[in-house]
Nanobody, 123 residues
Framework: QVQLVESGGGLVQAGGSLRLSCAASGRTFSNYAMGWFRQAPGKEREFVGSINSSGTSVYAISVKGRFTMSRDNGKNTMYLQMTSLKPEDTAVYYC?????????????????WGQGTQVTVSS
């Protein structure tokens, strides 16, 4: 059974930083792309970033330059380093895994999802 478990969320002041982790089990994702999405209250789940097995990443315009994705394939774990956080970054953050090693920015491209971790940025 494939499981993706996010951790590292919490409450932070605007301008602060957080690092989210996504630990995978039940499947080795080292050869596949993974992604981060987020969903704010009353809004659709939106793309944050995606990274392939070699570390090439793409980001949503709203987070580019502030968020950085990385992965440790040996640990089957992906990370999202978030800096210069803004109140509008407040959301539940979800990690997702693909069955292809191509970055993607649509929800339908991902086959596996975690349960999410809450990130709250206070002003």
């Amino acid at each position: 059974q494939v499981q993706l478990v996010e951790s590292g969320g919490g409450l932070v002041q605007a301008g602060g930083s957080l690092r989210l982790s996504c630990a995978a089990s039940g499947r080795t994702f080292s050869n596949y792309a993974m992604g981060w999405f987020r969903q704010a209250p009353g809004k659709e789940r939106e793309f944050v970033g995606s990274i392939n097995s070699s570390g090439t990443s793409v980001y949503a315009i709203s987070v580019k330059g502030r968020f950085t994705m990385s992965r440790d394939n040996g640990k089957n774990t992906m990370y999202l380093q978030m800096t210069s956080l803004k109140p509008e970054d407040t959301a539940v953050y979800y990690c997702a895994g693909r069955s292809r090693d191509i970055v993607a920015n649509t929800r339908s491209a991902y086959d596996y999802w975690g349960q999410g971790t809450q990130v709250t940025v206070s002003s």
